[in-house]
C-alpha cells in the first residue's frame, strides 16, 4: 500500500457527509509501477482511485477494481480539488474546471459516461422504497421532487454480482440525465449525497459538489497544505473552460 495519498469525499450532503470516497495518490515516485497501481486500486478498499501523472498539467489515471476508466465524475471531482490546476486531462478528453465557493466543479462530455439504464418513477417514495434490483443493467432511478425547481431523487445500483449492491452517488448517471432532460438539476442521490449539473456549450455538462478532505495518510516527502473539511476557498479560483 503506498504512503502519501489523499482520501476525498466528493458530492458531500449539505452537512458535509456522505459523499463518495475516492483515493488520490499524487506522489509520483510511487505510482510509475502499472502493477502497483492495479494493486493499490484492488486493496484500497474505495470504488475509484486517480493516480496524478502530471500535477501541474493536470494528467490523471482513473482506476477501478481490475481496470482502467477513461473517465468518471467523482474521482475527476477529487483530483480537480486538490490539484488546482486549470484544467484535468483524462483518457477520455480535457475537462474544465472551476472552483467555486461551497461547490466543486468540472465540465464534461455525456459521451464519456459510462452506460447506464435511466428509470423515471412517479414519485420519491417509489424511489426510495425500490429493493435492490437482480443482477443485470446499471439502473438509476429517479423521480421529480420539485420539477419545476430542478429537484430530483434519485439512487443507483450498479447491478452486478459482486461488489456494491448500491453507490452512493453516480456523476456519470447525472450526467445522462442531465443530457437527456436538457436543463440544470439538483439532485439528491442514495443516503442524501447532492450532485448538481447544468448544461454548457458544445454538448457539454456542468457537474459539480462539495468536496471534503477524508483523511490524508502521510508520506516520506512534504505533500501541499490542503484545508479539512473546507472548500478550497483560500486557493485561486479556477475558471471554466470553454471547450
Do not use: K
Not at 20 to 48: C, I, Y
Not at 159 to 183: H, I, K, N
Not at 201 to 222: F, I, K, Q, S
Amino acid at each position: 500500500m503506498y504512503s502519501g495519498y489523499d482520501i476525498v469525499r466528493v458530492f458531500c450532503a449539505p452537512d458535509g457527509g456522505l459523499g463518495n470516497r475516492v483515493a488520490v495518490v499524487r506522489d509520483e515516485e510511487t505510482t510509475a509501477n502499472e502493477a502497483e497501481r492495479a494493486t493499490f486500486a484492488r486493496q484500497s478498499g474505495l470504488p475509484e482511485t486517480v493516480f496524478v501523472n502530471d500535477p501541474e498539467r493536470g494528467v490523471v489515471d482513473i482506476r477501478v477494481p481490475g481496470r482502467q476508466l477513461p473517465f468518471a465524475g467523482s474521482a475527476s471531482l477529487a483530483a480537480a480539488w486538490l490539484l488546482d490546476a486549470p484544467e484535468l486531462i483524462t483518457p477520455a478528453g480535457v475537462l474544465g474546471v472551476r472552483l467555486d465557493g461551497e461547490y466543486n466543479w468540472v465540465e464534461a462530455s455525456p459521451e464519456w459516461a459510462r452506460n447506464r439504464t435511466l428509470r423515471q418513477y412517479a414519485s420519491p417514495r417509489e424511489v426510495d422504497t425500490l429493493p435492490v434490483p437482480p443482477p443485470g443493467e446499471w439502473l438509476y432511478a429517479w423521480a421529480w421532487e420539485d420539477e419545476a425547481a430542478g429537484r430530483v431523487r434519485a439512487r443507483g445500483f450498479p447491478g452486478r454480482p459482486a461488489g456494491p449492491a448500491e453507490v452512493e452517488a453516480s456523476g456519470s448517471a447525472a450526467l445522462l440525465l442531465t443530457a437527456r432532460l436538457d436543463r440544470a438539476l439538483n439532485i439528491t442521490q442514495g443516503r442524501g449525497s447532492q450532485l448538481l449539473t447544468a448544461p454548457a456549450p458544445h454538448g457539454m455538462v456542468e457537474l459539480g459538489g462539495r468536496v471534503r478532505l477524508d483523511r490524508a495518510v502521510p508520506g516520506t516527502r512534504p505533500r501541499p497544505a490542503i484545508t479539512l473539511g473546507t472548500s478550497p476557498s483560500s486557493r485561486r479560483r479556477i475558471h471554466l473552460l470553454d471547450l
